[in-house]
Each structure stands twice: as structure tokens, then as C-alpha cells.
């Protein structure tokens, strides 16, 4: 499992798709049984394709998603559907059920959901854990739309004692404003590798997670240098 730490790495494409070893262009991926988790991409972009949004209780709301665009079809103007023209399910119809069958009692825990954010063209981050609670089919005006509804998972699902404050996630329109403000690099050296995002007072000394003031992008290196400072701090006090 991914530690909080983790959720600040800025990643690529690729190395996302290594994490997961499995393609993901697709956005939507429930778990197929030798994986314990669903993986679900979200973006809160102004050029997201689909409309995800987190609620006043810090709830995550995934859209569902489309039919495959083909020729003379806008897929914007079709109900997204539960299943494939060969009558299986699609990634939507499969987390439908999953919600379905928690809500209905049918299964005890409900599905474990890892979020990844768009932060960039090819430019990602983990959103966190979630667990999959509910569903509801909207019209958005001119179609059916699904609204996945995902709670954020605490660490002590994961058998640790630890809880996860919600307030130490970074939220996403935070990750893409510093993205942009620091040019996808670190601030210290100006190297675009092996960035994270970095609380500049750190969250352990009350620092926060809610504005951007307080967060910048660190390569690997420039934060090691840093993390030896506390260390001997750490040590000689
Ligand atoms: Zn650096």
C-alpha cells in the first residue's frame, strides 16, 4: 500500500502505469481479483473531460464515462452505458454493481479505490485510498450520467493505528496551481525529475496543506538535504 508520503509524489504517466503494471488510458479500471484495489484517474483541470468534484465532506464525485467516440457519434449527447454492445459489463457497469451491493447489504466491505490525479498533460499524483459507498444515475441535461460517490479511506483501515487527517492531503486544485507557479520544477535547483510536492513549514510542525503559500515542488535531492537538517536537529536535541 501507498504511504501518505507518497500521495505528495509528482509522477509520470509511465511510472504510474509501472505502480499499477497494467494499462490505464482508460481512466476506469475495477479490480480483477490479484489486484485488492479498483483504479480510478480523476482530473479537476479546466480541460477534464468529465465533471469530478469533491463534496463539502471532502467526498470524492466520479463521474462515469462514456461511450467509445465513433464516427458520427458525439459520445457527450449518449447515456453512458452498464454495458458493451457484446452485453458485457463495461468499467462503469462493474462499479455500479460493487456500489450497489454495499448499499444493499449484498457485499460487507466496500470496494477499495486508489484515485490518481491529472496534475498535467502526462503529469500525475495520487489522490489517495477511497472506498466506494454509493451511486446514482443523473441526467446532466442532455443524457444519463453515472455519479460514482467515494468516501477517503482512513489509515487504520490498513490495520495501522494511525489516522489519516484529512487536512494533510493536499487538495487537487492546490497540486495544479503550485504545479503551474513552479513551472513543473524544484524550486531550489530547477530540476523537473523526481519532484514532490513539499510542505515549506511541515505538517508535523502545524504547518498546512490548504493553501498554496505553504506548498512548493522539491526534487528527490534538494529534499534530502533538507530532511538531513531535521535529522540533525533530530539528533543533538
Ligand atoms: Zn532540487
Known amino acids: 500500500m501507498a504511504r501518505v508520503e507518497d500521495y505528495d509524489k509528482i509522477i509520470s504517466y509511465h ?3 509501472a505502480i499499477e503494471k497494467m494499462p490505464l488510458q482508460r481512466g476506469m479500471v475495477f479490480s480483477d481479483g490479484r489486484r485488492k484495489y479498483s483504479i ?3 482530473s479537476q483541470r479546466k480541460d477534464a473531460v468529465y465533471n469530478d468534484e469533491f463534496d463539502s465532506n471532502g467526498h470524492l464525485i466520479y463521474e462515469g464515462h462514456d461511450v467509445r467516440a465513433e464516427q458520427g457519434i458525439d ?8 454495458e458493451t454492445p457484446a452485453g458485457t459489463w463495461t468499467e462503469n457497469g462493474k462499479f455500479y454493481k460493487a456500489a450497489m451491493n454495499f448499499k444493499s447489504g449484498l457485499r460487507r466491505e ?6 490518481y490525479e491529472k496534475i498535467d498533460v502526462g503529469v500525475w499524483s495520487i489522490k489517495g485510498f477511497f472506498q466506494l459507498i454509493d451511486v446514482k444515475r443523473v441526467s446532466d441535461g442532455k443524457r444519463n ?3 460514482f460517490h467515494l468516501r477517503p479511506v482512513l489509515r ?9 487527517p484529512f487536512n494533510r ?7 495544479v496551481k503550485v504545479w503551474e507557479r513552479d513551472r513543473g520544477r524544484c524550486v531550489r ?3 523537473t525529475e523526481n519532484l514532490h510536492y513539499d510542505h515549506d513549514l511541515p505538517y508535523a510542525k502545524g504547518g498546512t496543506s490548504l493553501t498554496e503559500k505553504n506548498i512548493r515542488l522539491l526534487c528527490a535531492k534538494c529534499n534530502l538535504a533538507k530532511s538531513d537538517r531535521i535529522m540533525v536537529f533530530v539528533y543533538y536535541f
Open 15 to 17: 511510472e504510474m502505469v
Open 156 to 164: 487504520r483501515v490498513f490495520n495501522r493505528v494511525e489516522e489519516m
Open 40 to 42: 480510478l484517474l480523476m
Open 169 to 175: 492531503l493536499i487538495p487537487s486544485g492546490v497540486k
Open 110 to 115: 466496500a470496494e477499495l479505490v486508489k484515485v
Open 145 to 147: 450520467v453515472f455519479k
Open 189 to 191: 535547483c530547477g530540476a
Open 75 to 82: 459520445p457527450k449527447t449518449v447515456d453512458q452505458p452498464l
